[in-house]
Nanobody, 125 residues
Framework: QVQLVESGGGLVQAGGSLRLSCAAS????????LGWFRQPPGKEREFVAG????????SYANSVKGRFTISRDNAENTGYLQMNSLKPEDTALYYC??????????????????WGQGTQVTVSS
């Protein structure tokens, strides 16, 4: 059974950086797409970034483009989200998720089969 475990969240001041990790186990990820999503307080979950595991193609939400970088380590079966120049509006519960390769990177929650439990990111002003 595929399991995803996020880590790396915390409290940071505006302008600071955090790196989130998503450790994947229980499957073969070379034909998967990893997505990062976030759910701000009182709001719906939204797409942040995605990466095609095998070819390293990436996609970002406009709100994080130029500040966040998604990556993955094949050997460790781990995905990352490097977050720089953090803003208070980046405060959210961050989730990683996996979907099959077909259809490419998707911003739709329903396209992802597996989800982690989330890690909290809080950015103070």
């Amino acid at each position: 059974q595929v399991q995803l475990v996020e880590s790396g969240g915390g409290l940071v001041q505006a302008g600071g950086s955090l790196r989130l990790s998503c450790a994947a186990s229980g499957g073969t990820f070379s034909r998967s797409i990893l997505g990062w999503f976030r759910q701000p307080p009182g709001k719906e979950r939204e797409f942040v970034a995605g990466i095609i595991w095998r070819v390293y193609e990436t996609s970002y939400a406009n709100s994080v483009k130029g500040r966040f970088t998604i990556s993955r380590d094949n050997a460790e079966n781990t995905g990352y989200l490097q977050m720089n120049s953090l803003k208070p509006e980046d405060t959210a519960l961050y989730y990683c998720a996996l979907k099959p390769y077909g259809g490419g990177i998707s911003p739709r929650l329903g396209d992802y089969n597996y989800w982690g439990q989330g890690t909290q990111v809080t950015v103070s002003s």
